[in-house]
């Protein structure tokens, strides 16, 4: 169920995990892009699968607050990320430097911890700082 909180009115939508639509899938997945606006704890589960079998190597995401209208923490994106081997961090393209921190930020890199060399052979001449 989706709520629109400014005409508060109920839209069903049907909603399936990431594993059910990629699991007959033998490939992975270069780089996958999450925006759900506040679900994404929800949709990294529903990911679960994949994600063990490295098949996510690279998620960006963005966070803006709106997690938080569902009871979930960035900490909780955070520690679920980490539990599964992921370094957090941003891109700063003009100047081709990768900043792992582990924090969360409005736009986010979650990689791989052990495809983290990776970066350098698909980002020429990228910097990868705070390993």
Do not use: W
Not at 25 to 37: G, R
Not at 91 to 106: C, G, L, M, Q
């Amino acid at each position: 169920m989706v709520y629109s909180i400014k005409n508060q009115e109920v839209v069903e939508v049907q909603c399936v995990t990431l594993d059910s639509i990629i699991q007959h899938e033998d490939s992975e997945f270069a780089i996958t892009k999450i925006d759900v606006e506040g679900m994404e704890l929800k949709v990294l589960k529903g990911s679960l699968t994949a994600i063990i079998q490295g098949k996510l190597p690279v998620i960006l995401f963005e966070t803006n607050g709106l997690n938080k209208r569902y009871g979930i923490s960035e900490g909780q994106i955070c520690q679920f990320l980490s539990q599964n081997n992921y370094l957090l961090g941003n891109y700063d393209a003009d100047n081709k430097v990768f900043t792992i921190d582990n924090k969360i930020k409005e736009d986010n890199y979650a990689i791989k911890g052990d495809r983290i060399d990776e970066l350098e052979k698909r980002i020429k001449g990228v910097k990868i700082r705070g390993v």
